[in-house]
């Protein structure tokens, strides 16, 4: 399986921005997948989560309200839908997958990642 983030842009503090990662596989439905977000000199911190059949979901504190994961398995992908944003959400952000929906917390734990889309939001 292999990992295609998308979506990324500039957008002003308080509007939003659609997040995709599309697979390449089926067998992506197999896996719990995240989304991550890198700031400059700063380590790549969890952002959301979502299990293989979407039933659960998990959230870091600072977004919780604001963004929502989902995905479609028909279509392989899943979404990060960010609304409100602010400029300290400003960073790249990474999809990755796991096959334990638990493991997909500490991004040294996973293997499988897209590449990164850039997120800036201005003041």
């Known amino acids: 399986v292999q990992l295609q983030a998308s979506g990324g842009g500039l957008v002003q503090a308080g509007g939003s921005l659609r997040l995709s990662c599309a697979a390449s596989?089926?067998?992506?439905?197999?896996?719990?997948a995240g989304w991550f977000r890198q700031a400059p000199g700063k380590e790549r911190d969890f952002v959301a989560r979502?299990?293989?059949?979407?039933?659960?979901?998990y959230y870091r504190d600072s977004v919780k309200g604001r963004f929502t994961i989902s995905r479609d398995n028909a279509k392989n992908t899943v979404y990060l839908q960010m609304n409100n944003l602010k400029p300290e959400d400003t960073a790249v952000y990474y999809c990755?997958?796991?096959?334990?929906?638990?493991?997909?917390?500490?991004?040294?734990?996973?293997?499988?990642w897209g590449q990164g889309t850039q997120v800036t939001v201005s003041s």
């Open positions: 596989d089926r067998a992506f439905s197999d896996y719990a």
């Open positions: 979502i299990s293989q059949r979407g039933g659960l979901t």
């Open positions: 990755a997958a796991d096959f334990d929906y638990n493991r997909v917390i500490l991004a040294s734990n996973l293997g499988l």
